[in-house]
């Protein structure tokens, strides 16, 4: 039984990832769907008609009755080629049909509750077909929706689809669109072994043919590691400012309640008096709301020492 960790209810995740096989996608897609089905949620599978049948056997094998569940209406599959065809309109993205696709997928959301989450390849499938701005599209749209109805949804690419140096910033735009990278590392051992008990040589076959192939992988390999590691510091840079602008915010909050309290004014008063006082003193909002914190909490210790506040002296 594939196992993952539990997910929280109502999580937000997009994440992305590249594979290089159907079977090694069949094991990725099913080891994230599985861990929902066996606790006894709901799952979406957006995915080919080449890929259903692969899909099956894949959570067949993690130990998912895929004719139970597919009855109880937990394993909902959806046909990619023929929602794409409804959600394309004059060579564009329709975002009303694109909403009405979703619903769809929400409405099985709801049924499970927060035990629920989805995979979809109807991006990869523009890109896979070249149309590399409407995939882009679809992900933003997709990234609308889970603003406001959080569920874990899964996309996976395959690894051709990024050769040549002209797809360098589309991939960079792609992983921005997502919350993470896939670890679809971690499933390379469920892919069935060989007859001898070796490692799984499917892999190393595709990547060691001739010299000549195995340089050529070796070189492409390199290459998309320096692309996911320049993606990986962007999304590391963007985290630290989300929770930098997160403690400024909160900082902020606490300024304007204790003006607030100090000069019993409303809280756009007490927001315009630090915007004021900010731009007579050359300082930042937020260093000037750290400023203001630090006085009260100065001021509260030498007026209550015995509150056991740190500084005071006193531990009550």
Same mark, same amino acid.
């Given at each position: !039984? ?5 997910? #929280? ?23 994230? %769907?599985?861990? #929902?089905?066996? /606790? ?46 409804? %959600? ?8 009303? @049909?694109? @909403? ?5 997928? %929400?409405?099985?959301? =709801? ?6 989450? &989805? ?8 890109? &896979? ?23 874990? +949804? ?21 992983? $921005? ?16 072994? *060989? ?10 076959? /595709? ?10 992988? $070796? ?10 590691? =320049? ?6 840079? =963007? /985290?630290?400012?989300?929770? /930098? ?5 909160? %900082? ?7 003006? !607030?309290?100090?000069? @019993?004014?409303?809280? *756009? ?7 004021? &006082? ?9 260093? +000037? ?6 006085? $009260? +909490?100065?001021?509260? =210790?030498? $007026?209550?020492? &015995? ?7 006193? #531990?009550?």
């Amino acid at each position: !039984m594939i196992t993952q960790p539990e997910t #929280t209810p109502a999580e937000h995740r997009h994440p992305v990832g590249v594979y290089t096989s159907d079977e090694f996608w069949a094991v990725s897609v099913a080891a994230f %769907l599985a861990p #929902t089905l066996a /606790q006894g949620g709901g799952v979406v599978a957006v995915v080919t008609a080449a890929h259903r049948p692969m899909l099956d056997q894949a959570l067949l094998r993690a130990g998912i009755d895929v004719t139970e569940v597919r009855a109880d209406g937990r394993y909902v599959v959806a046909d990619a080629d023929e929602l794409l065809s409804g %959600l394309l309109v004059d060579d564009g993205i329709d975002p009303e @049909r694109f @909403r009405a696709t979703a619903e769809f997928v %929400l409405a099985q959301a =709801r049924r499970h509750g927060d035990a629920f989450r &989805a995979y979809g390849e109807l991006a990869p499938l523009l890109w &896979a077909r070249g149309d590399v701005p409407n995939a882009l599209h679809l992900e933003g749209l997709w990234n609308g929706v889970l603003a406001e109805h959080a569920f874990p +949804l899964l996309c996976l690419y395959r690894v051709e689809a990024f050769d040549g140096s002209d797809r360098t910033e589309a991939l960079l735009d792609l992983c $921005e669109r997502h919350t993470e990278l896939a670890p679809v590392e971690r499933y390379l051992p469920l892919l069935a072994p *060989d007859p001898r008990g070796r490692a799984p040589a499917l892999l190393e076959q /595709q990547l060691r043919t001739s010299n000549t192939a195995r340089e050529r992988h $070796e070189a492409e390999d390199a290459a998309l590691r320096t692309r996911v590691t =320049r993606v990986t510091d962007r999304m590391r840079t =963007r /985290q630290r400012r989300f929770d /930098q602008a997160i403690t400024d915010r909160d %900082l902020v909050g606490q300024a304007k309640g204790i003006l !607030m309290a100090r000069w @019993r004014v409303d809280a *756009d008063a007490a927001d315009q008096m630090l915007r004021d &006082a900010a731009t007579r003193s050359r300082r930042s909002l937020p260093d +000037l709301a750290r400023s203001v914190v630090d006085r $009260e +909490l100065r001021n509260v =210790r030498a $007026e209550h020492p &015995a509150t056991g506040l740190p500084g005071t002296g006193t #531990t009550g």
